[in-house]
């Protein structure tokens, strides 16, 4: 008896069946466990925290907590951060601020609809 997969010659009561396929022992393995997929997500939030965390000191209260509200609730409309900042300030300074961020590449904008979306840099 030969493996379905690799072809090697299977000894009597050693086969393994997954999924009608008739398997070595070896090939089973992989075919139970398959190469795990990485994940670009948990590399990314890692990263994000330790660019936040590293370098916060340089950044004024503002813009630190413009950060931090784009962190917890997400990319939103320079409105809604606006608002959620809860600062008595014009749109325009916010988006002076919003714009030494970027530089910094801590955060970007992306068009969503006719809308565009602040969000931290990805
Ligand atoms: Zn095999």
């Known amino acids: 008896m030969n493996c379905d997969k690799c072809a090697a010659t299977i000894v ?3 086969e393994r069946i997954h999924q009608n396929q008739t398997f070595c022992e070896d090939c089973y393995m992989v075919a139970l466990s398959p190469l795990k997929t ?11 925290f330790e660019r936040l965390a590293g370098d916060k000191k340089q950044l ?4 630190a907590e413009i950060l931090e509200k784009l ?13 959620k900042l809860g600062v008595n300030m014009q749109l325009a300074d916010l988006q002076r601020d919003f714009s030494i ?3 910094m590449e801590k955060v970007g904008a992306e068009k969503q609809g006719g809308t565009i979306l602040w969000r931290l840099w990805a």
């Open 71 to 83: 962190k917890v609730h997400g990319a939103m409309e320079p409105v809604t951060l606006l608002a």
């Open 12 to 14: 009597a009561g050693d």
């Open 38 to 48: 990485c994940d670009p997500w948990a590399v990314h939030s890692a990263k994000n």
């Open 101 to 103: 961020l970027r530089h």
């Open 60 to 63: 004024t209260p503002l813009q």
